[in-house]
Each structure stands twice: as C-alpha cells, then as structure tokens.
C-alpha cells in the first residue's frame, strides 16, 4: 500500500522573525524554502494585523515578484503586485485579483506567538538543509 506523503508529513514551527519585524503593509520579509523540492525564495507580509506569507513566485510566469528587494505592496499597501508583469493579489488569500492571473500564489502557513512569527513545513515545503 502506497501512503500519501502528505498524510505522512508532521508539520514543524520554524522561527522566521520577531513580531516587530514586520510592520503593516510595510517592506517583506524575505526567507528560503524547498518548495516541491526546489529552493525557493518566500516572503512574508503583515497586512491588517495578521500575518501572511508565500512563495515568491509570480503566478503569471515563474518569476520573483519584487523588483525591489522586499517590497511587495501596491504604492496605496491594498494590493501585493508584481513588479514585472503588474498582477495583483490580496495579501490574506494570495488570490489574483487584477493583471495576468493565471491562479494564485503559492501560501505558506504563518503562526505568531510570543513575539516571534514563525512559518511551519508542509510535505512538499522545508527549509534549506
């Protein structure tokens, strides 16, 4: 019987950041992952007080969305845009909403405690070894 990796994956924490790092609608924080096991840069964005973080990767082409290193938000900070191709997505969902789309971004499970924001694995995302 062949298990789903998925099903066989336990999650990990992985401290990314203090919680002061990331300011609302302000510049990302950026980190490196293995996403289907290529390595990846990811980002992470605090927009109306939550936390949100995804793989920086333009779901229009595979391309980095930023430009300017770490600055993802529309000049009004409603939007997380492309810099290339000017897709724009919500920054809760990752959803494309104007642009380009073809889909969504890629998420990145976020949780914040005690004054660290930490990002957590999934079977097909690990850190860098």
């Given at each position: ?60 082409i595979a391309m ?66």
């Amino acid at each position: 019987m062949v298990q789903d990796a998925r099903l066989m994956h336990t999650p990990e924490r992985v401290s990314l950041c203090k919680s002061e790092e990331l300011l609302e609608c302000a510049l990302a924080v950026d980190f490196d992952v293995v996403y289907g096991g290529q390595t990846c840069r990811a980002f992470a964005i605090r927009f109306q007080n939550e936390v949100h973080a995804y793989v920086n990767r333009c779901a229009h082409i595979a391309m980095e969305m930023d430009a300017r290193e770490n600055h993802f938000f529309d000049p009004k900070g409603q939007w997380l845009m492309c810099s290339s191709h000017g897709a724009l997505y919500e920054p809760p969902t990752g959803r494309c909403v104007g642009g380009p789309c073809r889909g969504g971004l890629i998420k990145i499970l976020l949780s914040e405690s005690d004054g660290v924001v930490f990002w957590h694995t999934a079977y097909n995302l690990r850190p860098l070894a």
